[in-house]
C-alpha cells in the first residue's frame, strides 16, 4: 500500500511507481550514542594522529562513486594555503583488485602529497574520528540518504559535501555547510577553503549541524513515523 524512500531526492526518482503510494520516511540517528565529551586531543591520540594538524576528513568506501580522487584534486589546490592541515581517508577498497586504492595512491604521489594525504583504512572508531576532525567532505556521485552525514552532524562537523542524491537534504548550503555540484573540483576547494579561513563561519556551521539533526534526523521521531504509518493502514 505505500513504497518507503529514505529521501526526498529518492522519490523523485520512482519514475514507475504510483506518486499516492510514495511516503519519504528519512533515516535517523540515535543521538544519545554521540553526546560523548570526548576532547579532540584525546581522539587524536588514540587515533595515533598528529594533534599539530588540523584534519579535513572523509569516510567513504573507496570506490568511483565517493568522488575521492577528486577530493584529492581539491585538497592539491588547498595544500600550500593551509600547512598545517593533512586530509584523512578513512575507508577500505573492497574490490579484488584494488583498482580504485592504486589510482589514489598514484594521484597522491604524483601531486607530490605523500606527506599530506592519510590513507587510514577502515575504521569502528567513528565518533573519536570526527571529533578529531575539523571539517567533514563527502563529495559522493550519489547517495540515498548518508549514514555517514547522520554522523558528521551528530558530532556538531561543518560540512561540505556534493549536491547529489539525498546529500543536499543533510548539508543545507551556508547554514551547517557548503552543498557543491559534483565534479566541479574548483567549487569543492572553494568551499573547504572558505570554511578553513573564516572561523566564525566554522563554529556556526558546527552549531546548525547538530541542531539540524536534532530537529530532523533523531531516531525518536523517524521511528515514530514508521509504527504511525504501520498504525495508519
Known amino acids: 500500500t505505500k ?15 504510483n506518486p499516492k503510494k510514495l511516503l519519504t520516511i528519512r533515516n535517523g ?14 581522539c587524536l591520540k588514540e587515533l595515533g594522529l598528529d594533534e599539530n594538524f588540523e584534519y579535513i576528513t572523509s569516510i567513504a568506501s573507496l570506490e568511483e562513486r565517493k568522488g575521492i ?13 593551509h600547512e598545517n592541515t593533512r586530509l584523512l581517508i578513512v575507508g577500505k577498497d573492497r574490490s579484488s583488485k584494488q583498482v580504485y586504492l592504486n ?4 594521484l597522491i604521489k ?30 559522493s556521485s550519489w547517495e540515498g540518504l548518508s549514514r555517514v552525514l547522520l554522523e558528521a552532524m551528530a558530532c556538531s ?9 539525498g546529500n543536499s537534504e543533510q548539508v543545507i ?8 555540484k559534483f565534479g566541479d573540483i574548483n567549487a569543492l576547494f572553494m568551499a573547504i577553503d572558505k570554511i578553513l579561513n573564516d572561523r ?6 558546527e552549531k546548525n549541524s547538530r541542531i539540524l539533526c536534532e530537529k530532523e534526523f533523531d531516531i525518536k521521531r523517524t521511528t515514530q513515523e514508521i509504527q504511525d504509518l504501520y498504525e495508519s493502514v
Open 200 to 205: 566564525i563561519l566554522l563554529a556556526e556551521f
Open 173 to 180: 548550503n551556508n547554514y551547517n555547510g557548503f552543498s557543491v
Open 29 to 42: 540517528i540515535d543521538l544519545s550514542k554521540y553526546n560523548a565529551n570526548l576532547t579532540s586531543k584525546s
Open 69 to 81: 580522487l577528486e577530493l584529492i584534486k581539491a585538497y592539491a589546490k588547498i595544500a600550500s594555503k
Open 157 to 165: 562537523k561543518a560540512i561540505v559535501a556534493s549536491n547529489a542524491g
Open 110 to 139: 604524483n601531486l607530490g602529497l605523500s606527506e599530506r594525504v592519510i590513507i587510514y583504512g577502515e575504521s569502528k572508531k567513528i565518533i573519536q574520528i570526527m571529533r578529531a576532525s575539523t571539517l567533514f567532505v563527502l563529495y
Open 3 to 17: 513504497i518507503i524512500t529514505v529521501s526526498f531526492d529518492s522519490a523523485k526518482h520512482m519514475k514507475l511507481a
Open 103 to 106: 589510482k589514489m595512491q598514484d
